[in-house]
């Protein structure tokens, strides 16, 4: 059973996230505030996180920054700020998915399943095949350990970015255009307005040039991105 823990400082919203995702069978861990949030995820085995932004002592993207130094568990961002920079801070910080209050529970439970479906399956389907490591531009990513470095020296990921990255790396020299990473990456169709792969290439590039100290994907101009041999 796969444990949801749900942040906020709106206890109504915390307890109304919680009828609802344990109606689909899911164990949920509730917070409150930032530092509790913290404390929980130290102490209990948490599957996924649905983080709000605005909260007291530590707010979401300060939690999620701090999660993203070392751990890979999926987040789901939600926030009553609905401008295109919120959503974009939002996932440049780290989170995987991001939604705007006020929100639907069942487009949440939708996206809630979508993003444990996305990080598992892949990673349990991965585990279960001989280890497969992929190597280009001196960076090694494991497939089966869910890892990637340069050098020697790791790399975090999100899951969002790591499973871009596979894709690059498997296919050295192949452009992708932004619909076809989005529709194979998230498995949803995409629309012309999305702007998320985007965002999402822009983390990841950065993340790489900070440690290899170049850009390792490239943009083809009116057509997608590649990753060179």
Sequence with gaps: MRNILVVDDDK??????????????????????????????????????????????????????????????????????????????????????????????????????????????????????????????????NKSAYTVSYKGSPISLTSTEFEILCLLASNPGRVFGAEELFERVWKEKYFASNNTVMVYISNLRDKLEKEMGYKAIKTVWGVGYKIEE
């Design 12 to 141: 109504e919203i915390v307890d109304l996230i919680s009828i609802y995702l344990r109606n689909e069978g899911f164990e949920v861990s509730k917070a409150y505030s930032g530092v509790e949030a913290m404390n929980t995820f130290m102490n209990k085995k948490i599957d996924l996180i649905i983080l709000d932004i605005m909260m007291p002592d530590m707010n979401g993207l300060e939690v999620c920054r701090v999660l993203r130094d070392k751990w890979h568990v999926p987040i789901i961002m939600v926030s009553a700020k609905g401008e295109d920079i919120d959503k974009i801070t939002g996932l440049m910080t780290g989170a995987d998915d991001y939604l705007i209050k006020p929100f639907n529970p069942l487009e949440l439970l939708a996206r809630v399943k979508t993003l444990l479906r996305r990080t598992y399956q892949y990673r349990e389907a991965e585990n279960d095949k001989k280890q497969e490591i992929l190597r280009v531009q001196s960076l090694e990513i």
